[in-house]
C-alpha cells in the first residue's frame, strides 16, 4: 500500500523521476546463477519470503505501465544482500551479517563455547555495502532511462558458512560454529548478472572485509543507544 500511495502520488504531483528500489528475491528461487534481469517471473520464488517478494514486483510492474501509460521517468534496481551502519541488528528481526555481528560478540564478551547459525552453511549470496548501493542509486538516477529493472551488485559471491568464519574472525570470536539443519536454507545461490550496470560504467568499491570491519566498528560504538539491538 505503502509503495502503491508514493508511486500514484509521484505521477499526480509531477515527479521527475522516481526510482524504485526492489531486491534480487523477485527472481526465482532456482533461476540460474548469475541471475540475468530477464529471468523475472520464469519459475516459482522462494517461499520463505514470497509475500515479500510479490510486492516488490508489484512495485516495478507499476513502475513500469506509469513510464509507458503516462510516461513518468521510473527507474527500478534490483540489489541484492544489504549492510552496513544503521543496519537492524535485533537477532529477532534482522538478516545475516547483522545477526552474526551481533550474536559472535556476544559469544566473544560472554566466552561461550559456540554459537548455532541457521541452516547448513552452504548457500551462497552477494553482499552489497550500503554506501556503495547509494552510490549507485545516484549514479543511475544520472546516467539511466530506463523502466525495465537493472541489477546490481558487489561481483563477489560467499557462502554463508564462509561468512560466518569471516566475521567470526574479524570480531575476535575463538569458539565453534554449529549448524542447526532443522532451519531452512533459503535459495540456494543468489548471484546477480550486473553485465548493464558494468555496461553503464560502474562498480563497487568497498570489499566485503573492509565493509565488516566498517559496519562493526559502527556497531561496538552505538549499540548501547540503538534502539534495533
Not at 1 to 12: D, E, F, P, V
Not at 78 to 90: E, Q, W
Not at 164 to 169: A, K, N, P
Request: proline share 5%.
Amino acid at each position: 500500500m505503502l509503495q502503491s500511495n508514493i508511486i500514484h502520488t509521484s505521477y499526480k504531483f509531477g515527479v521527475k523521476k522516481l526510482l524504485f528500489l526492489g531486491s534480487a528475491c523477485i527472481y526465482p528461487k532456482m533461476a540460474p546463477v548469475p541471475i540475468k534481469e530477464e529471468y523475472l517471473m520464469t519459475g516459482p520464488l522462494e517461499e520463505t519470503n514470497i509475500a515479500y517478494s510479490i510486492s516488490k514486483i508489484n512495485g516495478h510492474i507499476m513502475c513500469k505501465k506509469y513510464t509507458e501509460q503516462y510516461g513518468m521517468e521510473t527507474v527500478s534496481v534490483m540489489p541484492n544482500n544489504l549492510y552496513g551502519i544503521h543496519d537492524n541488528f535485533n537477532i529477532s528481526q534482522c538478516h545475516v551479517i547483522p545477526s552474526f555481528i551481533n550474536k559472535f560478540l556476544n559469544a566473544k564478551e560472554k566466552n561461550l563455547s559456540e554459537v548455532t547459525c541457521f541452516g547448513d552453511g552452504s548457500p551462497t549470496r552477494e553482499f552489497l555495502f550500503s554506501d556503495d548501493l547509494a552510490d549507485g542509486l545516484v549514479f543511475l538516477m544520472n546516467k539511466y532511462n530506463d523502466p525495465d529493472i537493472i541489477n546490481i551488485g558487489p561481483h563477489r559471491e560467499v557462502s554463508i558458512k564462509d561468512l560466518s568464519e569471516l566475521v567470526s574472525d574479524l570480531v575476535g570470536y575463538k569458539g565453534k560454529i554449529v549448524w542447526d539443519t532443522s532451519k531452512p536454507n533459503g535459495t540456494p545461490r543468489r548471484a546477480l548478472d550486473t553485465s548493464k550496470m558494468d555496461n553503464l560504467g560502474w562498480k563497487s568499491k568497498t570489499s566485503l572485509e573492509d565493509g565488516l570491519k566498517i559496519t562493526i566498528g559502527w556497531f561496538l560504538k552505538n549499540r548501547r543507544n540503538y534502539a534495533r539491538v
